[in-house]
Structure formats: structure tokens, C-alpha cells
């Protein structure tokens, strides 16, 4: 993946503006080795060897840093001894997306991260991999381990089919309540079909797990509903004994630069959107040099996937030092060692366009002042461009969002709930991304749909 500065120039300084945004950069067997498992699961033995590993700690702290709380000493022993079927089990009743969560969670800064064997051999147990061994083991075998609960007789309308959303409806039908689940797109599963990297979750793995979750029953999917457009909140309040929204955040910031329309620039989000459910990915049509704005999650994945499709020089550039940056520090050396540049302290000033054609970014570099807040330099330099990504963050689309007499609290932007994920309006819990105060993490959606389904059932039989 070696870096081809001079073509950028080439499309930065002359040639036909736009020219160079084209797919088929690479021949089959690259595509297909770019874009291939970027963690294969462990072998039977290798897995053995790794629960060896485990010193079975009493107050676990990988537990404590798994935001659903897996028991995990409990499952590793379980698959140390043969009974793979109770380590999914254990897994999976507190967390009802652990094969997607083994494969997406950055376990270096939670369970992993924890692990007591960090401290000896600078080396923890290989907490995710054991965890897809055990789920991997359990979906190849298409063995069912949940039933719905007893019929209650009350309905809850869930809002958006992601993790939060399916997490929520899961547990709810556990408990015996009837779901009915209204999602914007075509397909279930939200960002683990749509968002996140191609390489993290290969195959079908993200609908696999749609498929098992739904195998319970007790719940109704009505895809391609939208709230806002197709059904609107105070009519689902008049029709459902409670509601839960799980919607995410459905629209990215802007790029807070004065910069008319112009050809190659993009929004992460939507292109990553396209990547992970194109056919053929030498269709997509990518730049030879690319300036990708952000530092988080979603700066990485865009970096490292536009790279694997045949970029020729990518750049990310970030405000601030890498220690700030929302991606962690083994999601930045993966875009490094993907071929990704990542430059720090710098902002964008403007874009640069000819015939409304993208070919370069101009910067500003940025530096903290006395009291610590971030301020340009004055000092500037430009990157020839011929694509730009704005990976600098998503918002929450508010349509939809009234609650008829009742208003709905939002903080920070997002809405306001408590610790039981119940919004300002009675009878409307909500939880995942869309929510203030969470971390914009798969597994922490997955267990806020949980904590909200376990408070709407308190209510309903109180009820
Ligand atoms: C590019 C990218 C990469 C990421 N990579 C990782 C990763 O590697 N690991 C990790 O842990 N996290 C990752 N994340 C974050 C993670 O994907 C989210 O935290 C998680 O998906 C949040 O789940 P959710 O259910 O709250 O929202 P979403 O997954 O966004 O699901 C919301 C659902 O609601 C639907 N919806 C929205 N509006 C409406 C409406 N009005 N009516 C009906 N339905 C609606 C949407 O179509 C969607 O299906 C990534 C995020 C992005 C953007
Ligand atoms: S902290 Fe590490 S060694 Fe201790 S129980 Fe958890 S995985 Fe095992």
C-alpha cells in the first residue's frame, strides 16, 4: 500500500479537475484481500490455549469494564471445559449482540483493557476472539437458546431496528411483551449493516444475528417506516402501552468552513453506507488523494477502507494530538499500518476548487494557548485533493420527534434521559447513540435497549 504523492500533485495541480475519482483501481484478489476478516477467528487449540490464560480473578475487572456485564472469567472456563454452548449462553443473556460486539467492541479500552494480565505481560487475555469463538460456535450450529416469556397482553412500539432498538425488542419479548419495530431502512441491524468497517464484520455475520434475535417471536418488523414520515410519535403513544426510540444519529456535521458545492466532497457516513452494501467494491469510485477531517471511530474506517479500495495517498487530518482523538490508540495504528497518514494540529481553512471540482484543502496548523483552548497558528500549508471525507461527528435528526402536548428534553443535542432510559415524555424510554451522556458504542447501545426494556416492563405490570 505504498504512498504515490506525486499523482496527487498531478491531480491537485493540472489534468482534467475530477479526473482522478475512479473505481477498478485493483485487480480482484487485492479487493478481496484488503477487505478480508481483519481478526480470523481462534482455532479450536488456540482458543484452549487462551482460556489457560485467564486467572479467573474474584471482582473481576473485565467485568466491571464490560458495559453489559459479562461474566467473563464464568464463559472462559465454560469453553476451557468443553461447554461452548453455556459460554454463548452466558454471553448472550446480557448481551443478545455478543457476535457482533466480539468482532466491533475496542476491547483495548474496555474488558481488555482491564484485564489483570495486562499488568505481568503487558499481554491480556484475548477476551473478543474467545467471545466469537464461543458465539461463532453457537450460530454454526443454529442452536436456539432463548424463548419468549408468558404473553402479557401489552404492546411496545420500538423506533429504529439498530442495536439499541433490537436489543430492547429482544428483551422485551422475553419478557412477554408484543413488539412491533419500525425502522427507516430496508434492512434491520443499523450501523452493524450500514456503519461500521467492512473488514470488522465480513460475511452476514450483522444479519445472522438479526436472524437469531428475531427467531424469539413476539416480534413485528415493518422496515422502510419511518418516524416522522410514515408514523408520528403522539400516534404511537395513542396506540402502544409504551414506545422506545433507538434511532441513532441520522445526519453528520458540516465542516464549519465557508465552501460552495463542489465535486468530491463527501460525508463519511453516507459513502461507508454505500461500501458496505456494494456488490462489487470496484464500482466505487475513489480518489488518488484523499484528506479525510476528524479523529475519531469513523475518521479510521473511512481512512483505512477509501486506502484498501486503492487510494494512493490518504490523509487524515485532526485538530488536536492523537490523545484527544475519539479513535483509540489501536484504531490509529491500524489506519497507520493500513497505509493511512495521520497529521495532528491542524484545522481546515477552505477548500479548494476548480470548475467546482474539488483538488485541494487548505490548513491552518492549531496549537493550545495559555488556558488551554485550541487556536489556529496563522501558519498554513495546503494537501492536493481530489476527495474529502467530513468524518467530524453525527448529529440527531429531530423530525419526528414531538410528543404532541409533551415536550421532549434533549442535552447537548441529543435527548435527555435517566437511569432507566426514560425521556421527558411518560410512557417513552429511548436509548443508544440518539441519547446524551452515552459513548457511541455498539455494545453500550445493546445495553441501554436492555436497561430500557427491564424499566418499560417494571411499568407496564405496575401498570
Ligand atoms: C462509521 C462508523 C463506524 C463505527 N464503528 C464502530 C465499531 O467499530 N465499534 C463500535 O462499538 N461502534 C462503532 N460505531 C458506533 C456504533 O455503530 C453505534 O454506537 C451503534 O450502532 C448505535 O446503535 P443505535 O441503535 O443507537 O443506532 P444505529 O445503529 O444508528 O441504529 C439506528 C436505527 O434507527 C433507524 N432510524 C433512524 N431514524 C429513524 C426514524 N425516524 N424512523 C425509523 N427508524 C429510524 C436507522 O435507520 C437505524 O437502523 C461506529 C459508528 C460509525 C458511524
Ligand atoms: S481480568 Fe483477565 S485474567 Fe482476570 S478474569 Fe478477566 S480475563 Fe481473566
Avoid at 160 to 189: I, N, Q, Y
Avoid at 191 to 210: D, M
Wanted: aromatic share 4%.
Amino acid at each position: 500500500m505504498a504512498r504515490s504523492p506525486r499523482r496527487a500533485e498531478a491531480a491537485a495541480k493540472g489534468g482534467k479537475p475530477g479526473a482522478a475519482l475512479r473505481g477498478g483501481r485493483l485487480d480482484a484478489q487485492a479487493y478481496a484481500r484488503n477487505f478480508a476478516d481483519s481478526h480470523p477467528p481462534l482455532a479450536p487449540n488456540q482458543a484452549l490455549i487462551e482460556c489457560d490464560r485467564c486467572y479467573f480473578c474474584h471482582d473481576a475487572p473485565c467485568i466491571q469494564a464490560c458495559p453489559t456485564q459479562i461474566d467473563i472469567p464464568s464463559f472462559i472456563r465454560k469453553i476451557a471445559t468443553g461447554n461452548t454452548r453455556g459460554a454463548a449462553h452466558d454471553i448472550l443473556k446480557q448481551n443478545i449482540m455478543g457476535a457482533v460486539c466480539a468482532r466491533v467492541c475496542p476491547t483495548e479500552v474496555l474488558c481488555e483493557g482491564a484485564c489483570v494480565r495486562n499488568d505481568q505481560e503487558h499481554k491480556p487475555v484475548a477476551i473478543g476472539a474467545l467471545q466469537r469463538h464461543a458465539t461463532d460456535w453457537l450460530f454454526d450450529r443454529g442452536i436456539q437458546l432463548f424463548k419468549r416469556g408468558a404473553s402479557t397482553g401489552k404492546r411496545v412500539a420500538v423506533v429504529g431496528g439498530g442495536p439499541a432498538g433490537l436489543s430492547c425488542a429482544h428483551r422485551l419479548s422475553m419478557l412477554g411483551h408484543s413488539v412491533t419495530v419500525f425502522e427507516a431502512r430496508d434492512k434491520l441491524g443499523g450501523l452493524n449493516e450500514y456503519g461500521v468497517a467492512a473488514y470488522k464484520v465480513t460475511g452476514q455475520i450483522a444479519q445472522r444475528e438479526v436472524e437469531y434475535l428475531l427467531e424469539i417471536g413476539g416480534i413485528d418488523c415493518k422496515p422502510g417506516r419511518r418516524l416522522g414520515r410514515d408514523v408520528s410519535l403522539s400516534r404511537l403513544r395513542q396506540d402502544y402501552d409504551a414506545v422506545f426510540l433507538g434511532i441513532g444519529l441520522g445526519a453528520v456535521n458540516d465542516l464549519a468552513i465557508d465552501a460552495a458545492p463542489a465535486a468530491g466532497v463527501f460525508d463519511a457516513v453516507a459513502y461507508i453506507e454505500k461500501l458496505r452494501q456494494a456488490a462489487d467494491l470496484s464500482k466505487l469510485p475513489v480518489g488518488a488523494a484523499v484528506v479525510v477531517i476528524g479523529g475519531g471511530m469513523t475518521a479510521i474506517d473511512i481512512a483505512s477502507q477509501v486506502k484498501r479500495l486503492g487510494a494512493e495517498d490518504v490523509t487524515i487530518v485532526y485538530r488536536r494530538g492523537p490523545q484527544s482523538m475519539g479513535a483509540s490508540g489501536k484504531e490509529q495504528a491500524w489506519a497507520q499500518t493500513s497505509g493511512v497518514r495521520i497529521k495532528h494540529w491542524a484545522r481546515p481553512l477552505r477548500l479548494l476548487v476548480r470548475d467546482k471540482v474539488l483538488t485541494a484543502v487548505e490548513f491552518e496548523t492549531t496549537r493550545l494557548d495559555r488556558q488551554g483552548r485550541l487556536e489556529g497558528s496563522g501558519a498554513r500549508f495546503t494537501l492536493p485533493a481530489d476527495m474529502v471525507f467530513k468524518a467530524i461527528g453525527q448529529v440527531l435528526v429531530k423530525e419526528g420527534l414531538d410528543g404532541n402536548a409533551d415536550v421532549l428534553e434533549l442535552s447537548a443535542g441529543r435527548i435527555a434521559v435517566d437511569a432507566q432510559q426514560r425521556t421527558s415524555i411518560p410512557g417513552v424510554w429511548a436509548g443508544g447513540d440518539c441519547v446524551a451522556g452515552g459513548q457511541d458504542l455498539t455494545v453500550v447501545a445493546v445495553e441501554d435497549g436492555k436497561r430500557a426494556a427491564h424499566s418499560i416492563d417494571r411499568h407496564l405490570r405496575m401498570a
